[in-house]
């Protein structure tokens, strides 16, 4: 009887193919072309991710600017109305008579003029200030000129009266101081008018 070679449970040989083989070749080719496909996907799902990240920190940043925006000058509106009343506690205050006899008009300026005070210093709380004029070179970013005085005793340029006060709120004007500015003196020199910008 002729031996069998696979009779016993002898594996039979099994078919090697060479890495000649086409099939082989076109394989690895569709896997390569894959595998390329598959990084420039990833490449581009990277640059959209980053893409999406840097647009998200945008709009949380734009989105804390406009809240402190809306913190610091929130209140302009309110506050330009306010201003109006403490132009008016201002004007009750400079009708009374400053050395007055009468002890209950004494009483009722210390009493507007403890208003007053008050009024401007929860103004202050809540950012704004007054704007510097009288003395100071006149300054057309807080300044509105509504008169020229001739005074030849001081520089031309120099805001020598405020008629209504200019406020800033956190630093942005409010509204400009309006003022009276001398003409006629000796023209400002250059370093005394931004030594006095510097003040302001």
């Known amino acids: 009887m002729a031996s069998d070679p696979t009779a016993g449970g002898a594996p039979a040989e099994m078919p090697v193919e060479s890495a000649d083989d086409p099939d082989i070749q076109t394989q690895a080719n569709e896997l390569e072309r894959r595998a390329e496909q598959l990084q420039t996907e990833n490449a581009e799902l990277q640059d ?5 990240v840097a647009e998200a ?19 302009e509106r ?4 306010v201003l109006s009343v403490a132009d008016n506690l201002g004007r009750a205050l400079s009708a009374l008579p400053a ?3 009468d002890p209950s008009l004494a009483n009722i300026a210390a009493g507007v003029k403890a208003t007053e005070r008050e ?22 970013e807080f300044h509105q000129a509504m008169m020229e005085i001739e005074d030849p005793s001081v520089p031309a340029g120099t805001v020598v009266q405020e ?9 942005r004007l409010l509204r400009a101081a309006m003022v009276g500015v001398s003409k006629g003196g000796p ?14």
């Open 48 to 52: 959209k991710y980053l893409r999406a």
């Open 57 to 75: 920190q945008n709009v949380r940043r734009r989105a804390q600017q406009e809240v402190e925006k809306e913190r610091k000058f929130g209140i």
């Open 78 to 81: 309110f506050a330009k109305d």
């Open 99 to 101: 050395d007055t006899l």
């Open 119 to 140: 009024l401007l210093s929860v103004l202050e709380r809540h950012g704004v200030t007054r704007v510097e004029a009288l003395g100071k070179p006149f300054n057309a």
């Open 163 to 171: 008629l209504v006060p200019g406020y800033l709120i956190a630093g």
């Open 187 to 200: 023209m400002r020199t250059a370093d005394a008018g931004s030594k006095a910008n510097n003040e302001n």
